[in-house]
């Protein structure tokens, strides 16, 4: 597979193979000691393992070629060597050309800046392919205050609402 990398100023991102989702689902010591460097595991919630599950399932039918729309970029701060957190696309880009976009951040490494650095980069990427128009957030909640802001900050716009949930996206013409 060709080696997919983002550098920002302080961050790396790379997506994550197969197996090192699984070994992040299951044994993180190995996942570590393979990358060389410490990775969150107040991340891994069981909502996330439920993802991981799902993201491995649909990388195991999905072309090698397509796996970064697919699995979760580790988000390594450079400065600690630490993955401190992971954001990924739900699969290849629709019949419209729109990729959702998710994510999620170590607790201690929030409010830094980080999360917006990594979105702004990875939406950079997806616009980098001809097949992806739009990058969306949809039902992002209300409650969910860092997360909205991140969305903002990176450039996105509400296009839909509901009572509790704020639906965003960014469309490549006006990146």
Known sequence: MKSHHIATDRLSLFPLTLEQLRLYLDEPEELEKGLGLSVSRSIITNRLKRALGMKIEKMD?????DHPWFSY????????SFGAGMAGFKGLPNENGEVEI???IDPECQGKGYMTEAVEALVAWAFQNDRCLSVIAPDTKRSNIASNRVLEKVGM?????TEDALYWRID???N
Do not use: D
């Open 73 to 80: 970029w580790l988000i390594v701060i450079r400065e600690t």
């Open 172 to 174: 490549k013409e006006s």
């Open 102 to 104: 998710g994510y999620g």
């Open 157 to 161: 716009r509400v296009y839909y609402e």
């Open 61 to 65: 039918r999905a072309n090698e070629s």
